[in-house]
């Protein structure tokens, strides 16, 4: 089955710089990579996906770029906030509505 | 226009206790999925049901827990005669018809602590 594994487990960054959290996944068959970001005591929300056919999507300050050859995508956050400090998850699909997460990163935003 | 509904929002049960998870989907929902949540971990997938269907189980423990998606009400998560280590987070999320996982929207979940 598919395997996600996500780099780093934590991350701290100064307010206004770029945080970027690496995922690389495993079955050539998945197609869609979705992010979540997860507030302590809330459910993962979905900031950003892509699908196979496109190798860059942006949406204001979050980007994420994907890789099919080496199996990889990446969450680009530009200009952080504190509001921004949270867990963020990748994930991977293929042909059936199952998710494979990572096991998140902490990303935290310096004031 | 409510999200996905989970109830209830924290669930104590002692050992041997039954628990159970239910979970509204959005309106015009009718796919839904369960996930767990162990501490410092990623949600993995536990099962998929539309009204009346199980589609994929492949991520239910064998014995103890069962979930079902009736015609009319929530779906519900079965956990029978539960144990220190189903203490988790449940995770619900639902999608539109025909959208597989591009479509899911997650619920805020279910803390079970098992004591």
């Not at chain 2, 999200?3 to 989907?25: D, F, I, K, T, W």
Request: glycine residues 8%; proline residues 6%; positive net charge.
């Amino acid at each position: 089955g598919e395997n996600v594994e996500q780099h780093p487990s934590t991350l701290s960054v100064q307010e206004g710089d770029s945080a970027v959290i690496k995922c690389t996944y495993s079955d050539s068959a998945s197609n869609y990579f979705p992010w979540y970001k997860q507030e302590l005591g809330k459910g993962p929300q979905l900031i950003i996906d892509i699908r196979s056919n496109v190798g860059e999507k942006k949406d204001q300050r979050i980007a994420v770029t994907l890789n099919k050859t080496a199996k990889h995508f990446s969450l680009h956050i530009t200009e952080t906030q504190p509001e921004d400090s949270a867990v963020y998850f990748c994930a991977a699909s293929g042909a059936n509505s199952k998710l494979t997460f990572g096991k998140g990163i902490t990303l935290s935003v310096r004031p | 226009n409510a999200g996905v509904m989970q109830n209830p929002r924290h669930l104590v049960r002692r050992r041997g206790q039954e628990a159970r998870l239910r979970c509204s989907p959005m309106k015009g929902h009718s796919h839904v999925y369960w996930y767990r949540q162990l501490p410092e971990e990623g949600l993995k997938f536990m099962v998929y049901l539309q009204k009346e269907n199980i589609i994929d189980e492949s991520g239910m423990p064998k014995e103890r827990f069962s979930a079902e998606f009736p015609k009319e009400g929530p779906s519900i998560l079965r956990i029978q005669q539960v144990v220190r280590g189903d203490s988790a987070a449940y995770f619900c999320a639902s999608s539109p018809p025909g959208t597989w996982a591009y479509g899911y929207t997650f619920g805020s979940g279910t803390r079970l602590t098992v004591v």
